[in-house]
């Protein structure tokens, strides 16, 4: 009964993106072929908008909820998106991905990202078993080590299961500023697919070295907190949209802050959380039509420092 | 866990404040009917707050020992632990209360609940009234529906605010009060973190608890 009333609302949701109202505007506005990037350690191809699911996918066993995380991820794979990303730590957003993967029937297009996030190395392949199951995933796309915790220990086994095919990627991830040294360390010493860090249109440490180094080393960036943890879009909501918008094909605040992101040629994906079908949706529409040079790029920092 | 300690407040707030007040509403919707129980508990302790004495002070101390082994199990251990990776050390916090109520029930003189007169007896009962009355009224008043209203033996906080009242006529030492004062801290960093408008409900019913009781104490020495 449950899931027939799930596969109900995610039909209504998919009748609603083939041109509703509230839709219709967000269609129209969707212009060109999605912008991948390629992983630098592979050449693998990756839309530059991922799915967080930090708070938001964390919904414990409420149905309601878990029907509309699913019409998230509906909504995020219909419309082209790829990397899925969650962590031990994030509560039930795990499980109520894998809810959502079972319900769409595991849809190949999938990128999985997860972390392994526990205090004792020995402990971390448990661990990383557990979140696997309840993805209900036969492997992992990308593991990554969660804030740097046990970081010696973990990497080794993640390095461990990718030479054993196990893993396909390996990364590491800090949302602290503070914690950018460490960080840079081991990318200067040790084998990574990607860092994960934090990067929007206020916080821009990571330019100064992070960025570069990852170019040099050939690591991706996956960038956590485009807005701010949702204070960005917040402090925006009533600004009207500055004429550049238009111009980068954007009818939202959200799809600026997320073009700026990932306009920067050294960002591999960008991983907005949302609990809304439509802003998922909406999100993904960043990813494609024109993107703002680096002039334009100065100005739209400018004008959010401005406006917030 | 040693993992927590790498974390700010806001770090560590998992969840946003829909799925948090959700969780009441799932809670009841999972439970109705017990409501009314919840709520016949409520005030049968009552009446033993405004009757006072030693048989009154040791039925009140049983009921609040249901009352926090009920929440500890069935909110923090079947609720909470399903968005809070914390929860299970609120759980072994609460059953911790719980036995110490138990074991304050047991004792033959301790429990002794005094009269409630004067104002400070008066601010017993008064915290009493808003812990079973007040907090279920938070939720229509905050626009959210009826069915997630936080109920006394169900919902921490009205649990913990109707312990502060007996605590305070109880004359109650310190050891009683410090776990309902760690999980006042508790819950007001997560609802402030929430932006929630009763935030400060919960402190300021401890403030005055607190307050009365420490006057109550200065008062007999002198």
């Known amino acids: 009964m449950k899931h027939s009333t799930e596969r109900r609302i995610l039909l209504h949701a998919m009748l609603a993106g083939a041109g509703s109202a509230v839709c219709g505007p967000l269609l129209a506005a969707a212009p060109g072929p999605l912008l991948t990037r390629p992983i630098p350690s592979s050449g693998e191809a990756l839309p530059v908008v991922g799915l967080g699911s930090w708070i938001t996918f964390n919904v414990g066993d409420d149905p309601a909820a878990r029907a509309r995380c699913t019409q998230v991820v509906q909504a995020f794979l219909a419309n082209g998106g790829r990397l899925i990303d969650s962590s031990p730590m994030y509560g039930s957003a795990q499980a109520v991905i894998g809810h959502a993967l079972g319900q769409l029937k595991h849809p190949q297009a999938l990128f999985s990202a997860d972390k392994v996030w526990i205090g004792s190395g020995a402990r971390g392949p448990a661990q990383i078993d557990s979140s696997r199951r309840l993805w209900g995933v036969p492997r992992f796309d990308l593991l990554q080590v969660h804030n740097l915790l046990a970081w010696e220990e973990h990497l080794r086994t993640l390095q461990q299961m990718k030479a054993e095919k196990r893993l396909r990627y390996v990364g590491i991830t800090t949302s602290e500023g503070r914690r950018h040294g460490e960080l840079i360390k081991i990318m200067e010493t040790r084998p990574l697919d990607f860092v994960q860090v934090s990067y929007n249109v206020l916080d821009r440490e990571i330019e100064a070295r992070i960025l570069p180094l990852a170019r040099e080393r050939k690591i991706g960036i996956i960038v956590n907190r485009p807005f701010r943890q949702g204070d960005l879009t917040q402090a925006l909501a009533n600004k009207p949209l500055p004429g550049w918008a238009a111009e980068i094909g954007c009818t939202s605040w959200a799809q600026a802050l997320l073009k700026f992101i990932v306009a920067e040629p050294g960002v591999s994906c960008a991983i907005p959380a949302t609990s809304n079908p439509l802003h998922a949706r909406e999100n993904m529409l960043a990813a494609r039509g024109p993107m703002p040079d680096a002039a334009l790029r100065r100005r739209i920092a400018a004008d959010v420092a401005r406006l917030t | ?222």
């Not at chain 2, 009154?56 to 082994?69: H, N, T």
Request: glycine share 8%.
């Open chain 2, 1 to 222: 866990m040693s993992e927590w300690w790498t974390y700010r407040l806001s770090d560590l707030l998992m969840f946003s404040k829909a799925t948090y007040f959700r969780l009441f509403e799932l809670q009841n919707l999972a439970l109705w009917p017990f409501q009314l129980l919840a709520v016949g508990i409520g005030v049968a302790l009552l009446i033993c707050l405004v009757q006072g004495g030693a048989r009154a002070g040791r039925i009140a101390a049983l009921l609040l020992a249901l009352a926090w082994l009920h929440v500890a199990w069935n909110y923090f251990a079947q609720r909470y632990a399903t968005i809070n990776t914390g929860a299970p050390y609120f759980v072994l916090g609460f059953a911790l209360q719980a036995v110490l109520l138990f074991w304050l029930a047991s004792r033959k003189r301790e429990p002794r609940l005094a009269q409630p007169v004067g104002s400070l007896g008066r601010l017993g009962l008064i915290i009493a009234v808003i812990a079973l009355l007040g907090y279920p009224l938070l939720a229509p008043l905050s626009g959210r529906p009826w069915t997630g209203a936080e109920l006394f033996g169900l919902a921490p906080d009205p649990t913990v605010a109707l312990t502060f009242a007996a605590l305070l006529l109880w004359r109650s030492g310190l050891m009683l009060w410090i776990v309902p004062l760690l999980w006042c801290a508790i819950s007001t960093s997560t609802l402030v973190e929430l932006h929630a408008g009763q935030a400060w409900m919960l402190p300021i019913l401890a403030l005055l608890a607190m307050g009365a009781r420490l006057l109550t104490a200065v008062r007999s020495r002198g």
